[in-house]
């Protein structure tokens, strides 16, 4: 294999595992397999055109042309020329990808779906990390700035990760760039040919050939190696170092799915994504708190915004103009005179750990009262922080109406106005059959939209078999809507745009609510709302009422008094208060029946008086065989950067630890053995090895440059003439003291060098590098063994004892 192929492979291998930092950030993980096989189709372009050979300009020209058919061909292919050719048409698709994607970022949490737009841009973004990297490494033959796009991927993905990206991701980043740095230093060191120094190849290949006067490596090894550390630290300490990002997939610790040290439990634009997130919390962690004047607070839903786009993939919020707030909202569309209203009070506290670009409102509101930079969206009677402002420790004051319709009023309401009515019935054509079949066959009997929605609401909520469970697969396209109505499980995400279809298929408007339910009464009055009262829940229009709030999800939220049969006709309802044959004895059962799912009785939603399951802990052996397990992974991850040390310990020991032999061989490998070890030394006290000078030189050069004289000089030469004597004379003579002449000069450097050279000549020796180079060794032993050809060693230099030809 060419050098230049092996660091083709070497370089589509680092991007691929730099690439594989995104792989937390979209669901699912397909992508990376498409990006895989089309980056492979671009390396192999550019290794082609090398081998031609074409001009460098004209090998990046036709990789990016190339790069940009692929692009095509994957995403664009029904709008391009014989479908390959990029023309006008598929560049503008290319483009409203792009642009829709970029949408789709800042509307998603993590892990987001895997749109077209999305994938465009993963895939495309790989490519040109790619190509820039076998341009830089391949091409121009310079891996060490290679390191740069490299990081690029990977800063980006930790920095839009929940948290950062994990360790793994970072140790296979790191992997894959310190695997083409020694591809590219291979590949430089096989081009100088065979060369003989005073140390095997494995002491300082990547160093030999540039050496300046002053002895030390330069550029670009030396350079190499320096720019590898420094971009190693810097993807470490970037992640760490962005500031948290709010809204949609560039949440950070604010905004986002909930999970880690953030406070954040609704994405800004759309919260559906992270909404499943904050349901699966361990801990109800409160993000604000209220009180209020209203007669029956449990009622009173705190609304964030509302989704009124079906596209088919996905309900989303219509891009409306936004304005200032004013001194009092308006009245409420469709809301006539008849309809008994009430205002009320809600002095409502935001959690500092709460950043929400929509403020949480009671819907309808009629006057807020908030500090800060905040417009105000007509359409969904919604606030929306500008130029940065979020609810992050917002204190505010809201009134609101508490609209009380009859039954009869909703029932005999007039039909919407046009362009109400086309605007919020309109389903994608993607639509299963099923949804508008399964409607028509809930609603038979019904006379009005009235009761149309009443039977829907009915059947999700009791009568259609469904079950409430947060663990299934979140969604809101149509494929999720269908296998929502096959398999019968879901959360509130799965009710709402579920009846929210159904109804627009009977021409009746409806839209998704976003936000959370009231919460839990606390002892001084006021109500919390934790992660998991997040919440959505369908809005229905009635002319004459307006948007109309119903609740399809089971064990979730109330009932609309003017939903349920029980309900008076005319005045608000009073559920707060007990009715007549509840008893109000306290009983020895629990009130909640067996039946309540798990994933219920987790979540709290079965009932206070649900009895306590016991949970055994285990005893006392399976504490201490736990602080055992994390104590051993503890000490072991903290190992890991003494590896290094802990070799070169042994490996001093070992060679200087030889006892005397009797044949030749002994005496041979023992002098060997302590001339490594000075050679290692010194390379740990910042000498590499040059591996074109005799060991005599060699040592002098040893001398000049570590500073040594005295003793430790004399025993530098003493081992340096040793040492060719083992190689060259006829008979070679048995040589004493070399164990102690090895660590006069390990002295003498350790004088010489500083406090700083002293400690990374201890903690991370250079001449570590070897044990890399052996697993290199050993596989390319066994490459050849498996070729069926004896194994000779190719490298530049291996000490051995010339044969008499050769001396």
């Given at each position: 294999?060419?050098?230049?192929?092996?660091?083709?492979?070497?370089?589509?291998?680092?991007?691929?595992?730099?690439?594989?930092?995104?792989?937390?950030?979209?669901?699912?993980?397909?992508?990376?397999?498409?990006?895989?096989?089309?980056?492979?189709?671009?390396?192999?372009?550019?290794a082609l055109a090398r081998r031609v050979p074409l001009a460098r300009?004209?090998?990046?020209?036709?990789?990016?042309?190339?790069?940009?058919?692929?692009?095509?061909?994957?995403?664009?292919?029904?709008?391009?020329?014989?479908?390959?050719?990029?023309?006008?048409?598929?560049?503008?698709?290319?483009?409203?990808?792009?642009?829709?994607?970029?949408?789709?970022?800042?509307?998603?949490?993590?892990?987001?779906?895997?749109?077209?737009?999305?994938?465009?841009?993963?895939?495309?973004?790989?490519?040109?990390?790619?190509?820039?990297?076998?341009?830089?490494?391949?091409?121009?033959?310079?891996?060490?700035?290679?390191?740069?796009?490299?990081?690029?991927?990977?800063?980006?993905?930790?920095?839009?990760?929940?948290?950062?990206?994990?360790?793994?991701?970072?140790?296979?980043?790191?992997?894959?760039?310190?695997?083409?740095?020694?591809?590219?230093?291979?590949?430089?060191?096989?081009?100088?040919?065979?060369?003989?120094?005073?140390?095997?190849?494995?002491?300082?290949?990547?160093?030999?050939?540039?050496?300046?006067?002053?002895?030390?490596?330069?550029?670009?090894?030396?350079?190499?190696?320096?720019?590898?550390?420094?971009?190693?630290?810097?993807?470490?300490?970037?992640?760490?170092?962005l500031p948290a990002l709010e809204g949609g997939l560039l949440s950070?610790?604010?905004?986002?799915?909930?999970?880690?040290?953030?406070?954040?439990?609704?994405?800004?634009?759309?919260?559906?994504?992270?909404?499943?997130?904050?349901?699966?919390?361990?801990?109800?962690?409160?993000?604000?708190?209220?009180?209020?004047?209203?007669?029956?607070?449990?009622?009173?839903?705190?609304?964030?915004?509302?989704?009124?786009?079906?596209?088919?993939?996905?309900?989303?919020?219509?891009?409306?103009?936004?304005?200032?707030?004013?001194?009092?909202?308006?009245?409420?569309?469709?809301?006539?005179?008849?309809?008994?209203?009430?205002?009320?009070?809600?002095?409502?506290?935001?959690?500092?750990?709460?950043?929400?670009?929509?403020?949480?409102?009671?819907?309808?509101?009629?006057?807020?009262?908030?500090?800060?930079?905040?417009?105000?969206?007509?359409?969904?009677?919604?606030?929306?922080?500008?130029?940065?402002?979020?609810?992050?420790?917002?204190?505010?004051?809201?009134?609101?109406?508490?609209?009380?319709?009859?039954?009869?009023?909703?029932?005999?309401?007039?039909?919407?106005?046009?362009?109400?009515?086309?605007?919020?019935?309109?389903?994608?054509?993607?639509?299963?059959?099923?949804?508008?079949?399964?409607?028509?066959?809930?609603?038979?009997?019904?006379?009005?939209?009235?009761?149309?929605?009443?039977?829907?609401?009915?059947?999700?909520?009791?009568?259609?078999?469904?079950?409430?469970?947060?663990?299934?697969?979140?969604?809101?396209?149509?494929?999720?809507?269908?296998?929502?109505?096959?398999?019968?499980?879901?959360?509130?995400?799965?009710?709402?745009?579920?009846?929210?279809?159904?109804?627009?298929?009977?021409?009746?408007?409806?839209?998704?609510?976003?936000?959370?339910?009231?919460?839990?009464?606390?002892?001084?009055?006021?109500?919390?709302?934790?992660?998991?009262?997040?919440?959505?829940?369908?809005?229905?229009?009635?002319?004459?009422?307006?948007?109309?709030?119903?609740?399809?999800?089971?064990?979730?939220?109330?009932?609309?008094?003017?939903?349920?049969?029980?309900?008076?006709?005319?005045?608000?309802?009073?559920?707060?208060?007990?009715?007549?044959?509840?008893?109000?004895?306290?009983?020895?059962?629990?009130?909640?029946?067996?039946?309540?799912?798990?994933?219920?009785?987790?979540?709290?939603?079965?009932?206070?008086?649900?009895?306590?399951?016991?949970?055994?802990?285990?005893?006392?052996?399976?504490?201490?065989?736990?602080?055992?397990?994390?104590?051993?992974?503890?000490?072991?991850?903290?190992?890991?950067?003494?590896?290094?040390?802990?070799?070169?310990?042994?490996?001093?020991?070992?060679?200087?630890?030889?006892?005397?032999?009797?044949?030749?061989?002994?005496?041979?490998?023992?002098?060997?053995?302590?001339?490594?070890?000075?050679?290692?030394?010194?390379?740990?006290?910042?000498?590499?090895?040059?591996?074109?000078?005799?060991?005599?030189?060699?040592?002098?050069?040893?001398?000049?440059?570590?500073?040594?004289?005295?003793?430790?000089?004399?025993?530098?030469?003493?081992?340096?003439?040793?040492?060719?004597?083992?190689?060259?004379?006829?008979?070679?003579?048995?040589?004493?003291?070399?164990?102690?002449?090895?660590?006069?000069?390990?002295?003498?450097?350790?004088?010489?060098?500083?406090?700083?050279?002293?400690?990374?000549?201890?903690?991370?020796?250079?001449?570590?590098?070897?044990?890399?180079?052996?697993?290199?060794?050993?596989?390319?032993?066994?490459?050849?063994?498996?070729?069926?050809?004896?194994?000779?060693?190719?490298?530049?230099?291996?000490?051995?004892?010339?044969?008499?030809?050769?001396?």
């Amino acid at each position: 294999m060419s050098g230049r192929t092996r660091l083709a492979l070497c370089a589509f291998a680092a991007t691929m595992m730099s690439a594989g930092a995104l792989l937390p950030l979209v669901e699912p993980s397909k992508w990376i397999l498409q990006a895989a096989f089309l980056l492979a189709i671009q390396g192999g372009v550019g290794a082609l055109a090398r081998r031609v050979p074409l001009a460098r300009t004209l090998t990046v020209s036709l990789q990016l042309l190339v790069t940009l058919l692929l692009l095509t061909v994957a995403f664009a292919r029904e709008h391009a020329l014989f479908g390959v050719l990029p023309g006008p048409q598929a560049v503008q698709r290319l483009a409203e990808l792009l642009t829709s994607g970029a949408d789709d970022v800042n509307r998603y949490d993590t892990p987001a779906p895997a749109t077209d737009g999305i994938q465009l841009m993963l895939i495309g973004g790989v490519l040109l990390i790619g190509l820039a990297v076998d341009v830089l490494a391949v091409t121009f033959r310079t891996a060490a700035p290679a390191g740069l796009p490299l990081l690029a991927l990977y800063s980006v993905a930790a920095g839009l990760s929940d948290g950062g990206a994990g360790w793994l991701w970072f140790l296979l980043a790191a992997c894959g760039y310190l695997l083409l740095l020694l591809a590219e230093g291979r590949d430089r060191l096989s081009r100088w040919g065979r060369v003989f120094g005073g140390a095997s190849r494995s002491s300082g290949g990547l160093a030999s050939g540039f050496e300046g006067p002053s002895g030390h490596a330069l550029a670009p090894v030396r350079t190499g190696r320096r720019i590898g550390a420094v971009a190693l630290g810097i993807a470490l300490v970037v992640p760490a170092a962005l500031p948290a990002l709010e809204g949609g997939l560039l949440s950070g610790t604010g905004g986002g799915s909930g999970r880690g040290g953030g406070g954040g439990t609704i994405s800004a634009v759309n919260p559906l994504v992270s909404l499943q997130n904050n349901l699966n919390q361990p801990e109800n962690r409160e993000v604000m708190s209220f009180r209020t004047n209203a007669t029956n607070p449990q009622d009173m839903y705190l609304r964030i915004l509302a989704l009124d786009q079906f596209n088919g993939s996905e309900w989303r919020p219509s891009t409306r103009r936004l304005k200032d707030v004013p001194d009092r909202l308006p009245q409420p569309a469709g809301l006539s005179a008849d309809v008994s209203v009430t205002e009320i009070r809600t002095n409502i506290s935001a959690s500092p750990s709460y950043q929400q670009t929509y403020l949480p409102l009671p819907y309808p509101a009629s006057e807020v009262d908030v500090e800060g930079r905040w417009r105000f969206e007509p359409e969904g009677r919604t606030l929306v922080g500008d130029d940065g402002q979020t609810t992050r420790g917002a204190r505010y004051e809201v009134s609101s109406l508490v609209v009380e319709p009859t039954s009869g009023q909703l029932a005999d309401a007039m039909a919407p106005r046009s362009d109400l009515a086309r605007e919020y019935t309109r389903v994608p054509d993607s639509l299963p059959g099923v949804v508008p079949e399964t409607a028509e066959k809930v609603t038979e009997g019904a006379t009005n939209d009235y009761e149309r929605a009443v039977k829907l609401q009915d059947w999700f909520a009791s009568e259609g078999g469904f079950r409430y469970d947060t663990t299934v697969t979140s969604g809101t396209g149509t494929a999720a809507i269908e296998r929502f109505l096959r398999d019968k499980e879901g959360f509130c995400v799965h009710f709402s745009f579920t009846m929210a279809a159904m109804a627009r298929t009977l021409g009746i408007p409806a839209r998704v609510a976003v936000g959370f339910t009231p919460g839990t009464v606390q002892a001084d009055g006021s109500l919390s709302v934790g992660l998991r009262d997040a919440h959505a829940w369908p809005e229905l229009y009635f002319e004459g009422v307006g948007w109309t709030r119903f609740e399809p999800t089971p064990s979730r939220g109330t009932t609309p008094s003017y939903t349920r049969p029980e309900a008076p006709s005319e005045g608000p309802s009073s559920p707060a208060q007990p009715s007549e044959g509840t008893s109000v004895a306290p009983t020895a059962a629990p009130s909640v029946s067996e039946s309540c799912p798990e994933q219920m009785r987790r979540q709290g939603e079965c009932g206070a008086s649900a009895a306590p399951v016991p949970v055994d802990s285990g005893g006392p052996w399976t504490t201490v065989r736990t602080v055992l397990l994390v104590g051993l992974g503890a000490l072991a991850v903290l190992s890991l950067p003494l590896l290094p040390m802990f070799w070169r310990l042994r490996a001093r020991s070992r060679r200087l630890g030889h006892s005397g032999g009797r044949t030749p061989a002994d005496a041979t490998a023992r002098v060997l053995a302590a001339w490594r070890e000075i050679t290692d030394t010194a390379w740990d006290h910042g000498i590499p090895p040059d591996e074109s000078q005799t060991p005599r030189k060699a040592a002098a050069r040893v001398v000049r440059l570590g500073e040594l004289d005295g003793a430790a000089a004399a025993a530098a030469h003493r081992v340096a003439g040793a040492v060719e004597q083992v190689l060259y004379a006829p008979e070679p003579r048995a040589a004493t003291g070399l164990s102690e002449d090895a660590l006069a000069v390990r002295a003498g450097l350790r004088a010489a060098t500083g406090r700083t050279g002293r400690l990374r000549a201890t903690i991370a020796p250079r001449s570590a590098v070897r044990v890399i180079w052996a697993i290199s060794e050993r596989r390319a032993a066994l490459t050849a063994r498996w070729a069926g050809r004896p194994f000779r060693d190719r490298l530049p230099f291996r000490l051995r004892r010339p044969s008499r030809q050769e001396g």
